[in-house]
Nanobody, 125 residues
Framework: QVQPVESGGGLVQAGGSLRLSCAASGRTLSSYTVGWFRQAPGKEREFVAGVTWNGGRTYYGDSVKGRGTISRDNTKNTVYLQMISLTPEDAAVYYC??????????????????WGQGTQVTVSS
C-alpha cells in the first residue's frame, strides 16, 4: 500500500505563495490519482485540487481556482500543490490522498483510500 507524506507547510504572509509536496513511502504514487484536501478549525474537510495518475487531468476546488496549480513528477514519486495570493482563509491543515480511481479526479473524500498526516499552513494578515 502507498503512504502519502506531505511537506512544505508553514507560516506565510498574506499575498504570498507556497508549494506543498506529497511524496510516498511504500508503493509508488504514480499509479494513483492524487488529491489535496484541507481542513480549517471548525470546518469540514474540503477538496482543493486533484491530478490523475499521468498528470493528464486536473481539477480544482472553487476556493483555489485561478490561484492553485497541481502537478506531479512521477520520476520523483511526488505531487505538488503550488498556491499563490494566499489569504488567511487558506490557513488549514492540508492533506494529500491517493485514490484507486487513477483515470479521473474525484472531489469526494470517500474515493481516496490512502491519506497522509497533513501539513499545517498558517497565513498571517
Amino acid at each position: 500500500q502507498v503512504q502519502p507524506v506531505e511537506s512544505g507547510g508553514g507560516l506565510v504572509q498574506a499575498g504570498g505563495s507556497l508549494r506543498l509536496s506529497c511524496a510516498a513511502s511504500g508503493r509508488t504514487l504514480s499509479s494513483y490519482t492524487v488529491g489535496w484536501f484541507r481542513q480549517a478549525p471548525g470546518k469540514e474537510r474540503e477538496f482543493v485540487a486533484g491530478v490523475t495518475w499521468n498528470g493528464g487531468r486536473t481539477y480544482y476546488g472553487d476556493s483555489v481556482k485561478g490561484r492553485g496549480t497541481i502537478s506531479r513528477d512521477n520520476t520523483k514519486n511526488t505531487v505538488y500543490l503550488q498556491m499563490i495570493s494566499l489569504t488567511p482563509e487558506d490557513a488549514a491543515v492540508y492533506y494529500c490522498a491517493a485514490s484507486i480511481y487513477a483515470s479521473s479526479v474525484s472531489t469526494r473524500q470517500e474515493n481516496y483510500k490512502y491519506w497522509g498526516q497533513g501539513t499545517q499552513v498558517t497565513v498571517s494578515s
